[in-house]
T-cell receptor, first 115, second 115 residues
Framework: NAGVMQNPRHLVRRRGQEARLRCSPM?????VYWYRQLPEEGLKFMVY????????ESGMPKERFSAEFPKEGPSILRIQQVVRGDSAAYFC?????????????FGQGTRLTVV | AQTVTQSQPEMSVQEAETVTLSCTYD???????LFWYKQPPSRQMILVIR??????QNATENRFSVNFQKAAKSFSLKISDSQLGDAAMYFC????????????FGTGTLLAVQP
């Protein structure tokens, strides 16, 4: 059973470009969480999705950021018109249920660098 | 809102010795979970140990144990017989007991293990 797969591992974008980050959850997991880790900081929750639904996007910036988790395929975190401040590591976690008593498994993250 | 505080940005321990990492949290909820995650240089987030708030007994996983003081809202991690492979960033995290696996992370403690 493969773990949570994130790609790419590293992504470089120029200011103003779009960044697309992908997350394939573990087999059997229908709950996906995205977190952002700025340099020298802990992970900050961005959005929680269940298949085809956004459940909680309270941590996501209102502009330029969007997320989806389609019925088929990976979850996508999309950042439009990237700025230098978007440079960070973006982590995805998946779990088989929504409750905190089930372990969420993390991917290795995508490090986004905006130049 | 819930918060997690790790007041030790860096710690150091000699190989085979014991070290304790501190974490305090704030919440008004009665049903919650607490976690310690390890993040080595590979950036992979690895669950070290988990504690359910309703359990009085402190969780233990091999060389890792916690001191959970619910009234004081304190959740420290003790690593016994430290090994070189324990060197990593350690994050304390809080999860609500409700219908979400969203986690709130502290800022982390960087642990160095001296041979």
């Amino acid at each position: 059973n493969a773990g949570v797969m994130q790609n790419p591992r590293h992504l470089v974008r120029r200011r103003g470009q779009e960044a697309r980050l992908r997350c394939s959850p573990m087999k059997g997991h229908s709950h996906v969480y995205w977190y952002r880790q700025l340099p020298e900081e802990g992970l900050k929750f961005m959005v929680y999705l269940q298949k085809e639904n956004i459940i909680d996007e309270s941590g996501m910036p209102k502009e330029r950021f969007s997320a989806e988790f389609p019925k088929e395929g990976p979850s996508i975190l999309r950042i439009q018109q990237v700025v230098r401040g978007d440079s960070a590591a973006y982590f995805c976690a998946s779990s088989p249920s929504s409750r905190a008593d089930t372990e969420a498994f993390f991917g290795q993250g995508t490090r986004l660098t905006v130049v | 809102a819930q918060t997690v505080t790790q007041s030790q940005p860096e710690m150091s321990v000699q190989e085979a010795e014991t070290v304790t990492l501190s974490c305090t949290y704030d919440t008004s909820e009665s049903d919650y979970y607490l976690f310690w995650y390890k993040q080595p240089p590979s950036r992979q987030m690895i669950l070290v140990i988990r504690q359910e708030a309703y359990k009085q007994q402190n969780a233990t996983e091999n060389r890792f144990s916690v001191n959970f003081q619910k009234a004081a809202k304190s959740f420290s991690l003790k690593i016994s017989d430290s090994q070189l492979g324990d060197a990593a960033m350690y994050f304390c995290a809080y999860g609500s007991g409700g219908a979400t696996n969203k986690l709130i992370f502290g800022t982390g403690t960087l642990l160095a293990v001296q041979p």
